[in-house]
């Protein structure tokens, strides 16, 4: 057992509903655990978000994203030792520069009473302006360590802050401890719900918004119709693209076809991807092997779910992740460079394709479905084989990070 170093820690990140956020902030917790450090808190938004040690050492959100805080989670943050920021919100200007802002309002507020902070298994870029960088350069000045979760954030964050300590990782959802989780404490009911009772795969498709974001100042929560307005017809070529897709792998392969949201139903109506699939579902109303998945979970349920899924299709990037964690293959479609990273990270770069690609030419998309079906226990030997060397990475560094 490792012996604890008796540092105070403290993970304050802000995460509501977004499950991929939520499960790497679990791994983070796990590993942290798994390296026999105990005096851990976390500010979070239920219970339920939390493995089951961490449920009795945790506070609620503070108002305007914890910039103020209540008095017991006040206290939490002047007794921290060190502040672990992981589990997403990866410093970039591509969705917004009130991202960025935000990062360092944020972290000058914990170095200004003498915190240290370290970025752990994070992601970082695209920067896409010349403001992005200068803010991002006094960002990593406040930084005591970076842990980078794929190749491009770490010579990104190499080139804007050479001094800065850094190291190369993976995403924090590979840690151990899942597993036992879920055999401890997932609802048998929940799988008999959605998966099929004889031996037809499962396969797990997820589709987000895209094509609305920019580098404004103003984030899309607080501009909401002007965002919504933007990609409107590049967003029905891509649920035309979906709907072929699972036509033709409910012809081909006689599959189950779980309709995953990202978000947990009904915490942010604006960022939850069920709209979307609930578009894809429409084409298929009358088939009870599409099914849409549009009831809040708890994590150790989902996790239990996606657990038993042969295959998933995924523009966001942890629902990928999610179901690689437990050694099942992925198709990412990435729409951004932290999708072809992260699957770079884990040596399956054949398992990521662009957006861009897919819009012109939908059958690369087929092809990679293809060839998953084609050697399916293959491939699950290959995922768990290079998951398991990310874990293993996962925890050096961690250990490093705790001069362990």
């Known amino acids: 057992m490792a012996q604890p170093t008796n540092e105070r820690i403290l993970l304050p990140r802000v995460i509501y509903g977004n499950r991929g956020d939520i499960l790497s902030r679990w791994g983070l917790l796990n590993g942290l655990l798994a390296i026999g450090e105990k005096e851990v808190h976390v500010f979070a938004h239920r219970s339920s978000d939390l493995p089951e040690p961490m449920k009795s050492h945790f506070d609620q959100y503070g108002k305007y994203h914890n910039l103020v805080l209540s008095p017991s989670a006040r206290y939490a943050l002047r007794n921290a030792d060190r502040v672990l920021w992981g589990g997403g919100l990866d410093m970039t200007d591509e969705s917004s520069m009130a991202k960025l802002l935000y990062l360092l309002a944020i972290f000058s507020q914990y170095r200004m009473i003498g915190k240290r902070i370290d970025c752990t298994f994070q992601g970082a870029g695209p920067l896409g302006t010349r403001t992005g960088k200068i803010i991002s350069r006094q960002i990593l ?4 360590t970076f842990i980078a979760r794929d190749e491009r ?13 850094c190291l190369l990782a993976g995403d924090a959802i590979f840690m151990p401890g899942f597993e036992e989780q879920i055999k401890e404490n997932s609802d048998p009911a929940v799988m008999k719900e959605y998966l099929p009772s004889h031996g037809k795969p499962v396969v ?9 974001f920019s580098s404004d100042l103003i984030p899309f929560q607080m501009a909401q119709r002007r965002y919504e307005n933007r990609g409107q017809e590049q967003m029905q ?12 792998i409910r012809k081909q392969y006689d599959a189950r076809i779980l309709l995953v949201s990202a978000y947990n139903p009904g915490v942010f109506s604006w960022e939850d991807d069920l709209p979307w699939l609930a578009k894809i579902k429409s084409s298929f109303a009358g088939d009870e092997d599409v099914l849409l998945m549009d009831k809040d979970l708890n994590m150790v349920d989902y996790m239990s779910l996606m657990s038993k899924v042969d295959l998933a299709i995924s523009m966001r990037l942890h629902s990928s992740l999610t179901v690689m964690r437990f050694g099942n293959p992925a198709i990412n479609i990435s729409y951004s460079s932290k999708g072809m990273g992260g699957f770079h990270t884990l040596g399956l770069d054949d398992h990521a394709v662009h957006i861009t690609g897919i819009m012109q030419e939908p059958g690369l998309l087929w092809q990679k479905v293809e060839t998953s079906f084609q050697d399916l226990k293959g491939e699950k030997q290959r995922v768990t084989q290079n998951v398991g060397a990310v874990i293993a990475k996962n925890l050096a560094a961690l250990r490093s990070l705790f001069n362990k």
């Open 141 to 144: 000045k406040r930084v005591s």
């Open 153 to 165: 954030s770490y010579e990104l964050v190499n080139q804007l802050n050479p001094s800065l300590p």
């Open 204 to 212: 797990a498709v997820n589709m987000r918004r895209w094509f609305h």
């Open 237 to 248: 070529q891509l649920v035309e693209i979906y709907v072929n897709l699972v036509r033709k």
